[in-house]
C-alpha cells in the first residue's frame, strides 16, 4: 500500500464523520482490535526460576523497583505489564484494588505472592466456597473447578474492607448472570488500530453495534460483512418492494414517546463534500399529559406511594397514561411484521417501571427482553422526540477517533512510600519520602477557629438585623460588640460584591440602614470592593441614593472624599422629602392611567360583545365565517376576553387551568351517567 493512498484514508476521517456500514475498504482491511490477544499481546516467555522478579530470594520482601518504568506498569503494585491489555487486566484485579486501600492507610503494598498467602490464611469455618452464601453450590464449584480463586479473592477483600466491582474476577462469581443483560459491557466502545493511520490513533466503534459475546477475531470480519453501498437521493420516491437493513429505536418518559426506522444503506446528502444522510423509513411521536408538575413523577406512581388521589388533575393524567399506552401498544402492533420483526437491532430507552411495563410487560408484547437484538443507548439522550432520535442514530453509527500524545507516555519514576531508599543513585532520602508520602495523602479540612466562628457569628447577626431594618437593635448590637463599622464580613469569599454592612445595606436598598451607617457610626463612604465598586454604585433605587446625599449634606464635606465615593451633590431632608413626594405623585398619577386604560378596554369589548350578539342573533346562532376563513368571536369568547383584561399571565394561566379542571369535571360526571 502507497503512502499517498494511507494520507488519504486517514485524510477522510479527518474531514468527514466516518459511518461504521460505509468505511473505506482500505481501513476496514487493516483494523486490528486493541484487545485481540492474539494480535495485540505478544507470547510471554516462561518464568524462569532464577529470575529475581517473579521468584525473589525472600519471599518476604518487596521486589526490588526498577530505576525506570514505562507507562504500561503499576507503580502502586511494582508489577510490570508488557502491553495495555495486561495492564487494564491488572486495575481490575483484586490485588490492585487492595493495595490502593493500603496505599491509602500509608501502608505497605503486597506482592501477589503475599496476597495468596493472605487468602490461604483464611479461617476453614468460613464459608469461602459458597455453600453457606446466597449463590449456589454448583455455580461456585464450576468456578473452582477452572482453577480460579474469585470466592476466596471476594472473601479476602470483603474483609479487608474492600467491595468488588462489576469489572473484577469476584463480582463474576458472586453474580453469573451479571452478562445476561443485554448491552451491558465493561466499555461502551471497542477500540481499534490500523496499519495505515498513525500510531498513536485509534479507531473506536460501539459495542453495541456488534452481536453479543463475539470474540475480538470476529469484529473485524463483522464489519467486513456489513459494509453497505451508498446510493444517491432520487427526486421521485421509489416504493419499497423490500424493507432494507435498518434500526428500531425508540424512547419512552416524561408523557413523551417517540419511535424511528432508520434504514442502514447510506444516502449521499452532499456528494461533492461526500457526506452521507440517513433515510427515515417511518417515525411517530405522541405526548400527554401525565406527569404531575412541580411535584414531578407520574400519577400512577404517585397513587402507588401516596394513595390514590380524586382530583381533577389526577384523574385527567390517570386517563392520558391509559390513552398513551393504548396508542404506543396499537403502533408496535402495526409496526411488527414490517420494521420491528425484521430489524437488525432494536434500540430503547425506557427509565421507570411505568415505561417498561408499556412496551414488555403485556399479553402478546411486540417487545421483549430476552430478544437478542434488544440494546440500550449507551450514552445520556435527552427528551424523546424525532431529533433526539435522529442523534442518537448519528452519535452510534459515527466513528470516534482518539489521538493519544507520545509526550504524555513519557517513563515515570516510581515513589515507595514505604521505603526510604531511592530508585536513580540508590541511597537513602528519607526526607524525599516523607514528603512523597505527605503530598499522596489527602489534605484535611481545616476547621475554622474560635476567632473566625465569632466573625461569622457577627457577620450572620448583622445581615439578619440589616434585611429586617431593625436599627436600635443593630447600633446596640454593633455598639456591644465594639464592632468597627466598616466590619469586613465573613467568610470574605462570600461577601465580594458586598464586602461591609454600608455595601450590603445598599444592595438591598435599605435607606434607613445606609443613613444610620453614614450619619450615626460613622461608615466610610469611599471603601470598595473586589470590583471596585463603591457603597452609593450598588444603590438601585432613588430613595438609596438620596439618603447618600443627604448624610453628605449632614456629615460634611470634610470628613470624606465625596467625590471619590462617586455621590454626587449634598440634599437637605426636605429637599429629600420633597423628591421621594414627588416620585409618589407620578407613581400615583401612573396608577390612575392604568385605571382609565383598563376602563376604556372594558368598554370597548363590551360594546363588540353586544354587537357580536346581535349578529349571531341574526345568523340564527350558528357561527359567523368572515371572509377570510376565520371564525368571528362570539359573546361567550368576548367575555373570556374582558374577564382576563388586566391580568398578569400568571393569573391568566391559573384562570385558564380552573376553567379547563371545571370542564373535565363535567366530562367525568356524564361519562358517568
Known amino acids: ?6 494520507h488519504a484514508v486517514s485524510e477522510d476521517g479527518v474531514q468527514r464523520n466516518l459511518y461504521v456500514y460505509d468505511l473505506p475498504e482500505l481501513l476496514v482491511s487493516t483494523l486490528i482490535p486493541i484487545a485481540d490477544p492474539a494480535a495485540s499481546k505478544p507470547p510471554e516467555p516462561k518464568p524462569s526460576p532464577t529470575d529475581p522478579l517473579l521468584f525473589p530470594p525472600n519471599p518476604d520482601a518487596l521486589p526490588p523497583p526498577t530505576p525506570a518504568i514505562v507507562s504500561t506498569d503499576c507503580t502502586i503494585c511494582h508489577v510490570q505489564n508488557r502491553t495495555v491489555h495486561d495492564q487494564r487486566n491488572h486495575v481490575r484485579s483484586d490485588l490492585h484494588k487492595f493495595n490502593i486501600k493500603r496505599r491509602i492507610r500509608a501502608q505497605r503494598a503486597v506482592t501477589e505472592q503475599e496476597f495468596e498467602k493472605m487468602i490461604a490464611e483464611i479461617d476453614e469455618n468460613e464459608s469461602i466456597s459458597g455453600s453457606g452464601g446466597e449463590d449456589s453450590e454448583e455455580g461456585l464449584s464450576e468456578v473452582d473447578e477452572e482453577g480460579g480463586s474469585g470466592a476466596a479473592s ?22 453469573d448472570d451479571a452478562d445476561a443483560i443485554k448491552g451491558v459491557a465493561k466499555t461502551p466502545v471497542l477500540w481499534f488500530t490500523s496499519s495505515i493511520l498513525p500510531s498513536n490513533i485509534s479507531v473506536g466503534i460501539y459495542r453495541v453495534l456488534f452481536p453479543l459475546n463475539q470474540t475480538p477475531a470476529d469484529l473485524v470480519p463483522f464489519l467486513e460483512k456489513n459494509q453497505l453501498k451508498p446510493s444517491r437521493p432520487t427526486s421521485v420516491p421509489v416504493p419499497l418492494t423490500t424493507s432494507p437493513p435498518h434500526f428500531f429505536l425508540c424512547m419512552i418518559g416524561g408523557g413523551h414517546f417517540a419511535a424511528m426506522v432508520i434504514g442502514l444503506p447510506p444516502v449521499y446528502a452532499n456528494q461533492r463534500a461526500g457526506e452521507r444522510g440517513a433515510t427515515v423509513l417511518a417515525h411517530q411521536t405522541f405526548h400527554r399529559y401525565t406527569t404531575r408538575r412541580k411535584q414531578g413523577g407520574s400519577q400512577s406512581a404517585n397513587d402507588a406511594s401516596k394513595g390514590k388521589a380524586n382530583s381533577a388533575g389526577a384523574q385527567i393524567r390517570r386517563y392520558n397514561e391509559s390513552e398513551l399506552q393504548r396508542e404506543i401498544r396499537e403502533l408496535l402492533a402495526s409496526w411488527k411484521e414490517k420494521w420491528i420483526d425484521t430489524a437488525e437491532l432494536i434500540f430503547v430507552r425506557a427509565a421507570g417501571t411505568g415505561n417498561k411495563r408499556t412496551l414488555f410487560h403485556y399479553d402478546d408484547a411486540v417487545l421483549r427482553l430476552k430478544d437478542e437484538r434488544l440494546r440500550g443507548f449507551p450514552f445520556s439522550t435527552r427528551r424523546a422526540t424525532q431529533s433526539e432520535l435522529m442523534r442518537s442514530f448519528m452519535e452510534l453509527t459515527r466513528v470516534k477517533f482518539s ?20 530508585t536513580t543513585t540508590g541511597t537513602t532520602s528519607s526526607a524525599a519520602a516523607a514528603a512523597a508520602a505527605a503530598a499522596a495523602k489527602p489534605k484535611p479540612h481545616k ?28 447600633i446596640t448590637y454593633m455598639t456591644t460588640h465594639a464592632l468597627s463599622p466598616d466590619f469586613p464580613l465573613h467568610p470574605p469569599e462570600a461577601y465580594r460584591h458586598t464586602p461591609t454592612p454600608l455595601h450590603f445595606a445598599a444592595s438591598i ?5 445606609v443613613g444610620v451607617l453614614l450619619t450615626r457610626m460613622g461608615a466610610d463612604p469611599t471603601t470598595r470592593n473586589e470590583e471596585g465598586r463603591t ?44 423628591r421621594s413626594e414627588g416620585a409618589e405623585r407620578e407613581r400615583k398619577v401612573e396608577e390612575e392611567r392604568e385605571r382609565e386604560r383598563r376602563a376604556r378596554e372594558a368598554q370597548r369589548l363590551k360594546s363588540e360583545e353586544e354587537a357580536a350578539g346581535k349578529k349571531a342573533l341574526a345568523s340564527g346562532g350558528k357561527q359567523v365565517l368572515l371572509a377570510s376563513g376565520t371564525r368571528l368571536r362570539t359573546g361567550e369568547d368576548l367575555g373570556r376576553e374582558r374577564e382576563v383584561a388586566g391580568m398578569t399571565p400568571e393569573a391568566r394561566m391559573r384562570l385558564e387551568r380552573e376553567r379547563r379542571a371545571r370542564a373535565a369535571e363535567e366530562r367525568f360526571r356524564k361519562m358517568q351517567l
Do not use: C
Open 1 to 6: 500500500m502507497s503512502k499517498a493512498k494511507a
Open 403 to 422: 489521538s493519544v500524545d507520545p509526550r504524555e507516555l513519557r517513563p515515570q519514576v516510581p515513589v515507595d512510600l514505604d521505603s526510604t531508599t531511592t
Open 509 to 513: 436598598n435599605s435607606p434607613a440602614i
Open 447 to 474: 476547621k475554622p477557629t474560635k476567632e473566625e466562628k465569632q466573625l461569622v457569628d457577627d457577620t450572620a447577626t448583622l445581615v439578619s438585623l440589616m434585611r429586617r431594618t431593625k436599627i436600635p437593635p443593630l
Open 154 to 175: 471476594t472473601t479476602i477483600i470483603k474483609r479487608r474492607g474492600i467491595k468488588p466491582t462489576k469489572h473484577s474476577d469476584a463480582y463474576d462469581t458472586y453474580n
Open 535 to 578: 457603597a452609593f454604585e450598588l444603590a438601585g433605587d432613588r430613595a438609596t441614593r438620596d439618603s447618600f446625599r443627604v448624610a453628605r449634606g449632614e456629615v460634611g464635606e470634610e470628613r470624606w472624599d465625596w467625590e471619590g465615593a462617586r455621590v454626587p451633590g449634598a440634599l437637605t431632608a426636605e429637599e429629600a422629602g420633597k
